[in-house]
Nanobody, 115 residues
């Protein structure tokens, strides 16, 4: 079993920054990648960024150049550094581990970008 706990969400003005954290506990496998998704009510959950155990990462085009994903393996924690935030970044942000036999989600953390 794996538990994921997100934190760091909040309300910021456009152009502001936030850093989200996702701490994993339980049985973390060497093959696990951790991803950040976001969801707006009425829309499908969308992938934002992914990082593998070795540190290889990717971010979606919609946030490239503004968001950075990083990992502290010693703390089993993944971070999403979000800069130059826009109102369209408003969403609930979730972290995720997807395996061939199971998928794990955190409870989500709300990010609101508004003036």
């Amino acid at each position: 079993q794996v538990q994921l706990v997100e934190s760091g969400g909040g309300s910021v003005q456009p152009g502001g920054s936030l850093r989200l954290s996702c701490t994993a506990s339980g049985t973390i496998r060497s093959s696990d990648s951790i991803s950040w998704y976001r969801q707006v009510p009425g829309r499908e959950r969308e992938l934002v960024a992914t990082i593998a155990i070795g540190g290889t990462s990717s971010v979606e085009d919609s946030v490239k150049g503004r968001f950075t994903i990083s990992r502290d393996s010693a703390k089993n924690t993944v971070y999403l550094e979000m800069n130059s935030l826009k109102p369209e970044d408003t969403a609930v942000y979730y972290c995720n581990i997807a395996r061939w036999d199971a998928q794990y989600w955190g409870q989500g953390t709300q990010v609101t970008v508004s003036s």
